[in-house]
């Protein structure tokens, strides 16, 4: 991250709480509602978030700008056809004061409908569906994560210098995949390179072999995929043992390999991925909680643990402001708009488009890391089209 862009909106921040007036302080508990995937392919995300998301409340006491925070939760499924029902348990039911969610691009849209119409508070610290920042922005929408576009877009422009030609892409047919395809091709494209054919398969369906033999067919100089979760164990394994690994290139979005490098054992080794975290930032805010979160579940924390820790930092610093009156919602909102996050991954800032501007690290998969060897580009905000916020 450009820490000359940063430097400015920390003073405004500044600026802006003195200019605000003194709140009293807000009573009771502040009700945050988790909807995150428990079950199915992205289980294992769901977790790492809600355990980012506590971690950094409970280095808090428990508290976010002096109020207690109680948990209202829903397993989502990653099944965009209960996504509505869902949502509104926590809305409608539960009357939380906050969502916090999904992983599941498709999920997520139906989240931030729901929460466009009743007005409700939305971080997303996953899901990276490109209309949530762009043309469905709305003030009371926020996102701790990415778009989908943004690691696309970097790994295009990283295949592009490596000198790659002619590339085949390999997804999920749902939003997450084909946006992060169309940001790859965008970089790559622009890079001199040629995208000869888009593969894909329904979400989350997991049978490569027939596609797989296309690619061997094909021959392209490199093929870029994006899975993550179960199916990327499974996408990863299959690709070695159809014995690409050895003439065809892998490459793909960090989902790939983040959470996934043990269960994915010697075929992931060596994979180069796009994302705007690595395992190994040599910053005593990424080694602090990279300690913290090993010592509290006794796990590696991940890019979808930084992220559910940021949104909770995100809200901490809207509530903060306010003095815990949730009430004041328009000022929760400038504040977050406004705040830098001192995330794991970096300095954080959010776009106009409620988006994070970051820097996208080159990772390559060693041992149970995926450890940045170079930044692919620094300071890339999504283009957010159609927002108008
Ligand atoms: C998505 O659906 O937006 C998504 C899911 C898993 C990882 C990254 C993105």
Redesign the pocket.
């Known amino acids: 991250m450009n820490r000359l862009m940063i430097s400015p909106l920390a003073v405004l921040s500044a600026t802006l709480i003195a200019a605000l007036p003194a709140a009293a302080q807000g009573s009771g508990k502040i009700k945050v509602g988790l909807m995150l995937p428990a079950t199915g392919t992205?289980a294992a995300?769901g977790t790492a978030i809600e355990n980012g998301f506590k971690l950094y409340v409970a280095e808090q006491g428990g508290k976010l700008g002096g109020r207690e925070i109680e948990y209202f939760k829903v397993d989502d499924e990653s099944d965009p056809a209960k996504a509505t029902d869902n949502v509104n348990k926590l809305v409608k039911r539960d009357n939380v004061d906050v969502l916090v969610g999904t992983?599941?691009?498709?999920v997520?849209m139906a989240m931030a409908r729901v929460a466009k119409e009743t007005g409700t508070l939305l971080i997303v610290p996953?899901?990276?569906?490109d209309a949530i920042t762009g043309a469905m922005c709305a003030k009371n929408i926020f996102r701790t994560s990415f778009s989908?576009w943004q690691p696309g877009y970097a790994m295009g422009v990283v295949a592009a210098q490596k000198n790659y030609k002619r590339a085949m892409t390999i997804t999920w047919n749902?939003?997450?995949g084909n946006e992060m395809v169309k940001g790859f091709n965008e970089g790559f494209e622009k890079g001199g390179g040629k995208v000869m054919k888009d593969l894909t398969l329904p979400f989350p369906n997991v049978e490569f072999q027939a596609l797989l033999t296309e690619i061997a067919a094909q021959k392209p100089d490199v093929v870029f995929a994006f899975f993550?979760?179960g199916g990327a164990v499974k996408f990863v394994k299959d690709y070695d043992a159809a014995g690409l690994r050895k003439t065809i290139p892998l490459v793909g979005t960090g989902?790939l390999t983040d959470g996934t490098l043990e269960a994915q054992g010697a075929s992931a080794q060596g994979l180069i991925t796009t994302l705007h975290y690595a395992d190994n930032l040599e910053t005593p805010r990424n080694e602090a909680f990279r300690k913290a979160y090993a010592l509290t579940y006794k796990a590696n924390a991940d890019v979808y643990a930084v992220q559910g820790y940021d949104a909770a930092q995100l809200l901490g610093a809207g509530i903060t402001l306010v003095r815990g009156d949730i009430s004041r919602r328009d000022d929760i909102v400038l504040a977050m708009r406004k705040t830098i996050i001192n995330s794991p991954r970096g300095k954080l800032a959010m776009s106009t488009a409620h988006n994070p501007v970051q820097d996208f690290y080159i990772r390559e998969a060693k041992g149970k890391n995926n450890e940045s060897v170079g930044i692919a580009v620094k300071a890339l905000a999504d283009p957010a089209r159609g927002c108008k916020n």
């Open positions: 992205f995300l992983v599941h691009s498709g997520a996953n899901a990276g569906a989908n749902y939003a997450a993550a979760g989902f």
